[in-house]
């Protein structure tokens, strides 16, 4: 008979991250047993967000055949969503099934592994915290699906439309990981910030929830993972100003192109005349705030002139960070059938230029908001006994020696924030 012990591989997202997490401790209050070494089933949750991203899941696929002989494979998340009548034989079960599900997962694999016994159920009672994500902060998903439909993108196809945790579930969930020690809480979602927007004839939003949020006792600080520059409003960054540096000022702010006509092509919600605004109002607001963006190189129809464009674009915003993707789309994407492809050799070209603009902006942006701020507050990482290493409010890696800030350095664990004056730094 086949053991109940289980290895998890996951691809893609924060959210995916998270989905991997909460099944692993459905799976272990159910009686199964997770093991890296030797597993009897792996499952392998997979990303469709581009054709690269399909070939990742199937290399992973022939590691895990090449490197356990004996365990059954299961295939799960957005690539058997979005292909709902995948066939796949180099695995031994294809589950297309949404997170919120697992119940059903748990039936198909008793089903086909485990025929002669009886489902064990998950005791809400003795469910355990999901670990999610990185070791020092606790990431927790509190919204799925998207609507918009951007023309590169299938999230809408493998995610489906909107659907936001409950306020009360949200806070909970929170409140058990201050309780395990987490100091920084990551707020997740596909797409962030429409929070609330699926409950039907009430009026919450981000904004009344990032409100409840930083009431929490004993609460460290959070951070938004990812939100739209048109759903960044007024209210969220007032406060942030007045949270009491509960909330990190910190964005990330998908541009994707840096030019109008790409952007149409696209489908995205906004012009770089709004984007540009809505920057500047950031600012204006919040002077110390970093801001990292995604942006897709080599889109199709995207010309010399459209990337210098979208070049000096982002250069004129000055970014903390670019993430650069270089376009890839396979067919169930609007955008895989659009004309005027670019070769591969051009879109590599652009990149790289791209991804050294990324460099020099992220090394002055740094120095500029250390220059100007009072302290800064550092989730620590890693302490070797000399050099302190960790994560800034403003996402920046940041590394000190404790004995220049006159902390001893025994008293600084990783996990916690530590806020080091740098006007008494000796």
């Known amino acids: 008979m086949l053991n109940k012990k289980f290895k998890i591989y996951t691809l893609g997202c924060k959210i995916n991250q998270y989905d991997s997490a909460s099944l692993k401790n459905f799976l272990i209050n159910s009686g199964f047993k ?12 997979s990303c469709s967000v581009t054709k690269i991203a399909i070939h990742k899941a199937k290399k992973i696929v022939n590691f895990v055949k090449r490197n356990n002989a004996n365990a059954k494979i299961i295939l799960i998340g957005c690539w058997p969503r979005v292909y709902q009548s995948l066939n796949y034989n180099q695995v031994d079960l294809i589950w297309s099934g949404k997170s919120e599900n697992w119940k059903s997962l748990l039936k198909e694999i008793e089903k086909n592994f485990f025929p002669k016994e009886s489902s064990v159920s998950c005791s809400e009672k003795n469910k355990n915290l999901n670990l999610i994500g990185e070791r020092h902060r606790y990431f927790i998903k509190i919204q799925d699906g998207c609507e918009q439909f951007c023309s590169y993108c299938v999230i809408p196809f493998s995610r489906g ?53 930083i009431k929490i006792k004993n609460l460290g600080r959070i951070r938004l993972s990812s939100i739209e520059v048109n759903e960044l409003n007024d209210d969220i960054l007032d406060l942030v100003v007045n949270s009491n540096n509960k909330i990190c000022p910190h964005f990330h702010i998908p541009l994707q192109a840096g030019s109008d006509k790409v952007l149409k092509l696209m489908n995205r919600p906004y012009n770089l005349s709004y984007f540009s605004e809505r920057i500047n109002k950031i600012r204006e607001t919040i002077p110390l705030v970093s801001i990292s963006t995604d942006l897709i190189v080599g889109f199709p129809g995207e010309n010399d002139k459209d990337f210098s464009d979208s070049y000096n674009f982002c250069k004129k915003i000055s970014f903390d960070k670019i993430h650069v993707f270089s376009f890839s789309a396979h067919e169930k994407a609007r955008a895989f059938s659009f004309p005027d492809r670019n070769s591969e050799e051009v879109i590599k070209k652009r990149s790289k230029r791209m991804r050294e603009l990324s460099q020099k902006t992220e090394d002055n942006q740094f120095k500029n908001i250390l220059k100007n701020s009072h302290f800064v507050d550092v989730l620590v990482e890693d302490n070797d006994g000399i050099n302190v290493k960790g994560k800034s409010q403003y996402y920046f890696d940041y590394s000190f020696e404790p004995k220049k800030f006159s902390i001893e350095n025994k008293k600084i664990i990783p996990g916690k924030i530590f806020r080091l004056d740098l006007r008494k730094k000796i």
């Open 34 to 45: 997770y093991q890296e070494n030797k597993p009897n089933f792996i499952i392998i949750n």
């Open 161 to 213: 439309p909107l659907k936001s945790k409950k306020v009360k579930d949200v806070l909970a969930e929170i409140e058990k990981a201050i309780l395990a020690g987490y100091q920084e809480i990551v707020l997740s979602g596909i797409h962030l910030g429409l929070y609330g927007r699926d409950f039907e004839g009430q009026k919450i939003d981000l904004f009344y929830l990032l409100k409840k949020i």
